[in-house]
Nanobody, 115 residues
Framework: QVQLVESGGGLVQPGGSLRLSCAAS????????MGWYRQAPGKQRELVAG???????TYADSVKGRFTISRDNAKNTVYLQMKSLKPEDTAVYFC?????????WGQGTQVTVSS
């Protein structure tokens, strides 16, 4: 059984920063392409950023230049560094494989950007 645990969310003012972490257990983490997804109320879940096992990254246009995805295979962890946050970034953030989901969704971590 694979477990994904997201953390690091919170309330932040516009223009602020947060770093999210996703810890995986129960699998050989390094072989998977991993991504961060988000879902805002009333909206579809969308891919925000992805990173291959070899470190190749991809970003949604809406976050390009502001967010950075990275991974530490030794720690079975993928990170999302978020800067210059906007109210539109408010959502529950999840991690999973990409471009298709292969694991069950975790609880996610709430990011709220508000003044």
């Amino acid at each position: 059984q694979v477990q994904l645990v997201e953390s690091g969310g919170g309330l932040v003012q516009p223009g602020g920063s947060l770093r999210l972490s996703c810890a995986a257990s129960g699998t050989i983490f390094s072989i998977y392409n991993m991504g961060w997804y988000r879902q805002a109320p009333g909206k579809q879940r969308e891919l925000v950023a992805g990173i291959s096992g070899g470190g190749t990254t991809t970003y949604a246009d809406s976050v390009k230049g502001r967010f950075t995805i990275s991974r530490d295979n030794a720690k079975n962890t993928v990170y999302l560094q978020m800067k210059s946050l906007k109210p539109e970034d408010t959502a529950v953030y999840f991690c999973n494989t990409y471009p298709i989901r292969q694991f069950y969704w975790g609880q996610g971590t709430q990011v709220t950007v508000s003044s």
